[in-house]
């Protein structure tokens, strides 16, 4: 949420924090600046709107060897070009971006007030800007260290002062920070998408940590001024993985790579000989698996939805009662936490502030939290200590797709080594393991259905309301095929269990209100099918999503697309992918911004 790029070095920063904010575009896109610290003295320029906006509105002159730029997703104040980073002090030789939120702002920006100081936007970034002015400090390390004293909230900054040409501050506190280590040039983002066309050696900062660069290199320091030791890390994915290639959207690119991102999860994992998998990141023994005795998925949004699958999938195949909850409510409500629970945080940036909060919740109280997560080195990846890397390389579209699928075949792996520690026979695990050994090709079959997916979207493309529906492990299935198709079709969609349908919401049913129906052919199909008949009885239209093989669906929906079918545990895996494509061509239809939908940004790192 929010991108920030800062450069310094002896190139011209120009191109290179506009290339470096498009690159984090998928962060924000509500409004955009750059400071460059110019031979005329620093130079701020902003824009509503997205990069190019930007981009088109600088003077062709600009020019300078030291700047910092945001790409914005408004929390305080509407997106407009006041609103915009780079902040300014009052005497306008100070400039800041910021990601994160100062929640004390209104407090600090009466204080500043009083002294004097003219705040010029509705943000709560501005007041940091004028704190580092009032800090009244020589070194501009310092300035920084004595204003985020003030603070209380979460921030990921970038900051020069025109007094101090040449040098760039940055500091983080629960929002990322990343610094490039390039040749005789140095780089600041908010993420490594915006540095790996310059250099793959990084170093991230931890919360609470101070970096003063320049372009001959950094000194880390905490906020209480004592020296941290950093090292580098070699960033694991090169340029291409964040470019968009030859597909129209990130989104279809990162639908059509699932078949590879699933053959990545599985990399190394799968024991034939015994039936099982290997998770060599749980850092748990088998004797410390036999203890759990519950397992407690936690998630936001789509991560939420796949902690669903992952929870019927554990229960299933282990025998321990497993759920999911979303981390956003978990963290407030007080929980109760066990010490034989096993806690599992899902997140595919590993910077979802809510499920960090509920992460160091259970930590705070004694529990045991692994992650499953798809960004190496991230905040929760890091604070989990052990768990599950899904590997589906970058992803960039702000819906979710191969995440999605990537970690419930990560909890697949999970469920089948924690089963095989209990109760799971090795031929049942056998049988588990060949089928996951399957899922690469079976997920490229259904993509090659994508054109015929296509049709059926026009259909629905015609509709203002749907409905998803599913039984049991496909429940989470119809939550995402929905959440998928609201958030970049904007058609209004609702996800129930199919056997809810009769307890309220079939009133809604009517030839203007088409049905997903996620079909599998379980032990439930028949009972499923009872509910396709009271929609057809309604004359609602219906999408069966479903496996090949039953005549009387064709006489019984109006499309049907299909999957092959695998263990019943993975058939939330390939039912998922037909629902993606649903939503992508839906929104293509009507002409969406499929990449950057309306009101939403990537990873959101705010509460
Ligand atoms: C939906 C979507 C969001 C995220 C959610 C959690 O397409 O992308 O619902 O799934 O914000 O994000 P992560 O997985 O990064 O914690």
Not at 188 to 195: E, H, K, P
Not at 504 to 510: C, D, N
Not at 527 to 549: D, M, N, Q, Y
Request: glycine share 8%.
């Amino acid at each position: 949420m929010c991108g920030i790029v800062g450069y310094a070095g002896n190139q011209d920063a120009v191109p290179i924090l506009i290339a470096g904010l498009a690159r984090l575009e998928y962060r924000g896109y509500d409004s955009a600046g750059v400071a460059v610290l110019t031979r005329g003295g620093l130079k701020v320029h902003k824009a509503a709107g997205k990069i190019r906006q930007l981009e088109s509105s600088l003077p062709k002159r600009l020019r300078g060897n030291l700047a910092i730029g945001h790409t914005r997703w408004a929390t305080h104040g509407e997106p407009n070009d006041r609103n915009a980073h780079p902040h300014t002090d009052c005497s306008g030789r100070i400039a800041l971006v910021h990601n994160g939120i100062i929640e004390n702002a209104a407090e600090l920006r009466a204080q500043l007030e009083a002294a004097g100081h003219v705040l010029r936007s509705d943000t709560d970034t501005e007041v940091l800007a004028h704190l580092i002015e009032a800090a009244g400090e020589e070194e501009l390390d310092q300035a920084v260290r004595r204003a985020l004293a003030a603070v209380q909230g979460t921030y990921g900054i970038a900051v020069v002062d025109e007094r101090h040409p040449g040098r760039l501050i940055a500091a983080r506190n629960g929002s990322p920070i990343v610094i490039g280590v390039g040749e005789r040039e140095m780089f600041v983002a908010s993420d490594v998408a915006a540095l790996v066309r310059h250099t793959q050696q990084v170093v991230y900062l931890d919360d609470g940590e101070i970096a003063s660069i320049d372009a001959g290199g950094f000194r880390v320091t905490t906020l209480d001024d004592r020296p941290a030791a950093k090292s580098t890390a070699t960033v694991t994915w090169g340029q291409d993985a964040y470019e968009r290639g030859t597909h129209a959207h990130f989104m279809l690119k990162e639908i059509m790579e699932q078949d590879e991102a699933c053959e990545r999860a599985l990399r190394g994992r799968l024991d034939a000989q015994f039936g099982t998998a290997h998770l060599g990141g749980l850092n748990l023994t088998a004797r410390d698996l036999l203890e759990i005795r519950r397992v407690k998925i936690l998630g936001c949004g789509s991560a939420y939805y796949a902690g669903i699958a992952g929870a019927h999938m554990i229960e299933g195949l282990t025998r321990l009662p497993a759920d999911a909850e979303p981390a956003s409510e978990f963290r407030y409500r007080n929980p109760v936490i066990e010490k034989d629970t096993l806690y599992v945080a899902v997140s595919q940036s590993g910077e979802t502030a809510d499920t960090l909060a509920a992460v160091r919740e259970v930590q705070r109280k004694g529990g045991r939290v692994l992650g499953v997560i798809n960004v190496v080195g991230s905040t929760i990846a890091r604070e989990c200590g052990g768990g599950i890397y899904i590997h589906a390389g970058p992803e960039v579209s702000v819906a979710s797709t191969k995440a999605f699928t990537s970690t419930l075949v990560a909890f697949a792996l999970l469920a089948l080594h924690l089963g095989r520690v209990r109760d799971l026979s090795p031929a049942q695990g056998k049988r588990l393991v060949d089928a996951l050994q399957k899922l690469p090709v079976q997920i490229r079959e259904v993509l090659h259905t994508a054109e015929q997916i296509r049709v059926v979207a026009k259909r629905i493309a015609r509709f203002t309301n749907a409905f998803f529906i599913g039984r049991a492990a496909c429940y989470p299935v119809a939550l995402e095929g929905a959440q998928k198709l609201k958030e970049i079709s904007y058609i209004h969609a609702e996800a129930y269990p199919a056997s809810e349908l009769k307890h309220g919401p079939l009133a809604l049913i009517s030839p203007e209100t088409p049905t997903v129906i996620v079909l599998p052919h379980d032990e439930l199909y028949e009972k499923s099918l009872s509910s396709l008949e009271e929609i057809r009885a309604r004359r609602g239209p219906i999408i069966a999503v479903t496996h090949p093989g039953d005549e009387r669906i064709p006489t019984r929906a109006d499309a049907i697309l299909q999957v092959p079918q695998s263990e019943p545990a993975l058939d939330p895996i390939l039912l998922t992918v037909p629902l993606q494509l649903l939503a992508y061509y839906s929104a293509l239809e009507l002409g969406r911004d499929i990449d950057q939908p309306r009101n939403l940004a990537k990873s959101v790192t705010v509460e």
